[in-house]
Antibody, heavy 116, light 107 residues
């Protein structure tokens, strides 16, 4: 069955970088884009960007351009999201999700807390 | 960006009632690429409907989606206890954007 497993919660100080992993199983990893969506505490859902794991092509929402990097390691079916220079506004649960028609399978989410 | 506005913000109903949730877009949603998700506390969103009206795998037929252009509706025909949650609409015809959510609570 399709599964997306995410790395564990992180606490980082302002100005640090965070790197989140999303490991896929149960389907052909290179056949589907992976999207990253975040949800700040008590708020709605916000797209960060997406990656084509086959080609490595990426797209980022404008507000994240230059501060977020998505990469894929095909040999281990894993996609990474790195956010640089984090602030308290980046405190959120970060989800990875597979794109088939739209976001059909989601990871469980990973809480990132930015705090000094 | 395409903006999605959901109404009402909160809907208070009883089990067995019919729920009607609305999603309005700031511009025509390309090819009616409109989806609905259910999210329960501490869980990831779950895809219910895509392409405005197609139920995702395993979704009960009490959930139905309709609409086109800029106005879309999610209907839950007879509410069951497990349906009380937050619902988000999402368009994927022009990048991806989400509505702000409708909270469906027990009356």
């Amino acid at each position: 069955q399709v599964q997306l497993v995410q790395s564990g919660a992180q606490v980082k100080p302002p100005g640090a970088s965070i790197k989140v992993a999303c490991t896929a199983s149960g389907y052909t990893f290179t056949g589907y884009y992976i999207h990253w969506v975040r949800q700040a505490p008590g708020h709605g859902l916000e797209l960060v960007g997406w990656i084509n794991p086959n080609s490595g092509d990426t797209r980022y929402r404008q507000k994240f351009q230059g501060r977020v990097t998505l990469t894929a390691a095909r040999s281990i079916s894993t996609v990474y999201m790195e956010i640089h220079n984090v602030t308290s506004d980046d405190t959120a649960v970060y989800y990875c999700a597979r794109d088939f028609e739209t976001l059909d399978y989601w990871g469980p989410g990973m809480l990132v807390t930015v705090s000094s | 960006e395409v903006e999605l506005t959901q109404s009402p913000g909160t809907l208070s109903l009883s089990p067995g009632d019919r729920a009607t949730l609305s999603c309005r877009s700031s511009q025509t949603v390309y090819s009616d690429y409109l989806a609905w998700y259910q999210q329960k506390p501490g869980q990831a969103p779950k895809l219910l409907i895509y392409g405005s009206s197609t139920r995702a795998t395993g979704i009960p037929d009490r959930f139905s989606g309709s609409g086109s252009g800029t106005d879309f509706t999610l209907t839950i025909s007879r509410l069951e206890s497990e349906d009380f949650a937050v619902y988000y609409c999402q368009q994927y015809g022009n990048s991806i954007t989400f509505g702000q959510g409708t909270r469906l609570e027990i009356k």
